[in-house]
């Protein structure tokens, strides 16, 4: 069976179509290929599936397993599938920038590939380092530098889907160039949909007072993966007032739904209308986080998703 909310009423015995429910090592506080602090693979991979979930992202190349048939053994016996997996970009800063992604893009389209996967979800780099909170460049960019990001990712999704058959899902985010529903905006003008969508992160987005329903309804055909998750509304605008760093937040603005905003329920229902099997894999950035927290807010908001939306289907 397939963990998915459907927009018809079905037996739980049945088979339905519905939007593909799933979580991502980022939900255990992995943010690195390898960390002492980290939650061990088989752990993540174990809890997952106690916590329900049929999907899970690739996360950090490295964390899991790389050989494809090694993955496949572990994720089977678990009743997992593999979404996606993700690729940092930077093309902006110049030509030298094609390499690193590409390079990148190789290793984890191979292995998603190889999985019967079909996305890669792509985080352009920040100008405010995610690790330090250091200012690394202007916050803003200049036309040619918004040129040269648009075109770079053209090339990067018609490569990874012509030499891969994976599609390019853009992630906007918090301190990146692309984080305002302006900035949003103008990536979807400059680029091609047949080589760039979107990877929706409900939080991010909205962190920047973006309404995603709004977005979804104004762009449907460019809606093609989605990262739930919730950020607290009132810390919002101390981060924005104050002007603090991602890095120095991320752990307390992001929080459990449904304490949070946005609400997932018209969310699942806008998206559920374009296509009913998209990917909504739940991504709450939890870096350094405890290793017993999140089992247990992973399986409460899977139960918080599928109860928050009338029309749902369990395992």
Request: hydrophobic share 35%; with cysteine; proline share 6%.
């Given at each position: 069976?397939?963990?998915?909310?459907?927009?018809?009423?079905?037996?739980?015995?049945?088979?339905?179509?519905?939007?593909?429910?799933g979580t991502a090592p980022d939900s255990w506080g992995v943010w690195f290929p390898d960390h002492p602090r980290q939650t061990p693979w088989e752990r993540f991979l174990d809890e997952v599936a106690e916590a329900g979930y049929n999907y899970i992202e690739l996360?950090?190349?490295?964390?899991?397993?790389?050989?494809?048939?090694?993955?496949?053994?572990?994720?089977?016996?678990?009743?997992?599938?593999?979404?996606?997996?993700?690729?940092?970009?930077?093309?902006?800063?110049?030509?030298?920038?094609?390499?690193?992604?590409?390079?990148?893009?190789?290793?984890?389209?191979?292995?998603?590939?190889?999985?019967?996967?079909?996305?890669?979800?792509?985080?352009?780099?920040?100008?405010?380092?995610?690790?330090?909170?250091?200012?690394?460049?202007?916050?803003?960019?200049?036309?040619?530098?918004?040129?040269?990001?648009?075109?770079?990712?053209?090339?990067?999704?018609?490569?990874?889907?012509?030499?891969?058959?994976?599609?390019?899902?853009?992630?906007?985010?918090?301190?990146?160039?692309?984080?305002?529903?302006?900035?949003?905006?103008?990536?979807?003008?400059?680029?091609?949909?047949?080589?760039?969508?979107?990877?929706?992160?409900?939080?991010?987005?909205?962190?920047?007072?973006?309404?995603?329903?709004?977005?979804?309804?104004?762009?449907?055909?460019?809606?093609?993966?989605?990262?739930?998750?919730?950020?607290?509304?009132?810390?919002?605008?101390?981060?924005?007032?104050?002007?603090?760093?991602?890095?120095?937040?991320?752990?307390?603005?992001?929080?459990?739904?449904?304490?949070?905003?946005?609400?997932?329920?018209?969310?699942?229902?806008?998206?559920?209308?374009?296509?009913?099997?998209?990917?909504?894999?739940?991504?709450?950035?939890?870096?350094?986080?405890?290793?017993?927290?999140?089992?247990?807010?992973?399986?409460?908001?899977?139960?918080?998703?599928?109860?928050?939306?009338?029309?749902?289907?369990?395992?």
């Amino acid at each position: 069976m397939t963990d998915t909310i459907s927009d018809a009423v079905t037996a739980p015995s049945a088979h339905t179509e519905g939007l593909r429910i799933g979580t991502a090592p980022d939900s255990w506080g992995v943010w690195f290929p390898d960390h002492p602090r980290q939650t061990p693979w088989e752990r993540f991979l174990d809890e997952v599936a106690e916590a329900g979930y049929n999907y899970i992202e690739l996360g950090p190349y490295g964390y899991l397993p790389t050989d494809p048939q090694r993955l496949s053994d572990e994720l089977a016996k678990r009743d997992l599938k593999l979404s996606g997996g993700t690729v940092f970009t930077g093309f902006h800063k110049g030509d030298d920038q094609w390499q690193r992604a590409w390079d990148q893009a190789v290793e984890v389209a191979s292995l998603v590939a190889a999985m019967g996967a079909e996305h890669i979800v792509v985080i352009p780099d920040l100008w405010r380092s995610d690790a330090t909170g250091e200012t690394l460049e202007s916050r803003t960019l200049t036309d040619e530098q918004w040129i040269a990001l648009a075109a770079g990712h053209d090339r990067l999704g018609k490569a990874l889907l012509e030499e891969y058959g994976v599609r390019q899902q853009f992630h906007s985010h918090a301190d990146s160039h692309i984080g305002t529903k302006r900035e949003v905006e103008r990536l979807l003008e400059q680029t091609d949909p047949r080589y760039l969508n979107l990877c929706l992160d409900t939080g991010h987005y909205a962190y920047y007072g973006g309404s995603n329903v709004d977005l979804i309804n104004k762009h449907p055909e460019r809606i093609g993966y989605l990262h739930l998750k919730q950020i607290d509304p009132e810390l919002r605008f101390e981060v924005l007032k104050n002007d603090i760093a991602f890095a120095d937040c991320a752990a307390d603005i992001m929080v459990e739904p449904p304490a949070g905003e946005p609400d997932f329920a018209p969310i699942i229902d806008a998206v559920n209308k374009i296509d009913s099997e998209i990917f909504a894999i739940v991504e709450q950035d939890m870096p350094g986080c405890d290793i017993d927290l999140p089992a247990g807010i992973a399986s409460r908001t899977r139960q918080h998703i599928f109860g928050c939306h009338p029309l749902t289907r369990t395992r």
